[in-house]
């Protein structure tokens, strides 16, 4: 038992090891696509207060969004740490680094800005193929308004007076006429 135990701990330890040389920021964000990929679209299933309908439809969106987002993540971290290792070429040191700063901003411009317009683009196609557009616009009615109705009629006070005589909030007309000449 303890014997298995050593080799459990061993095998735990290598795992570890590996993971620490091997962290890179386009892994960690792919993982977490990857998580979101499987948990989001079961969290909405299992929403009660949604029609069925509706359900289904968020967790497939949900499920493409994350699909798409996988790739996505893996080709924006991969390509911009190959162009920072590119920028360096001679010096090993500031290769390494600039590849992993470089992997870490192609991960964020993937999440800023590629996911946002390739999921646009994958979803409307997606919309197309399952015809969730077509009931939608199907469905959707001009909004008719009511201008029969009549509003009901606002009484306008133009004069107000307010116990010290002219009203306050009034502007004066002659503090505003020139009168000519500078007085200190």
């Known amino acids: 038992m303890a014997g298995l135990m050593g080799k ?3 095998i735990g330890k290598k795992i570890l090891i590996s993971v620490g040389k091997n962290n890179k920021p386009t892994y960690a964000v792919m993982a977490i696509a990857a998580a979101n990929g499987i948990f989001k679209p ?9 029609k069925p309908e509706a359900r289904k439809y968020a967790a497939l969106r949900e499920f493409a969004t994350e699909c798409v987002a996988v790739p996505t993540y893996w080709a924006c971290g991969v390509g911009a740490g190959a162009l920072g290792a590119k920028l ?5 040191e500031k290769r390494a680094i600039a590849k992993a700063n470089m992997m870490f901003l192609g991960v964020c411009a993937a ?13 409307k196609i997606l919309d ?11 469905n959707q009615e001009p909004a008719k308004l009511d201008i029969t109705s009549n509003a009901p009629e606002m009484q306008v006070h133009t004069d107000i007076q307010t116990k010290f005589g002219q009203n306050m909030y009034r502007p004066n007309m002659s503090t505003f006429l020139n009168k000519g000449g500078l007085k200190i």
């Open 8 to 10: 459990i701990s061993d």
């Open 42 to 50: 079961i969290s909405s299933l299992t929403d009660k207060k949604e």
């Open 88 to 92: 360096f070429k001679d010096n090993p």
């Open 111 to 123: 999440a800023l800005l590629v996911i946002p317009a390739v999921c646009s683009v994958a979803l």
């Open 128 to 138: 197309k193929i399952t015809g969730k557009n077509a009931c939608e616009k199907e």
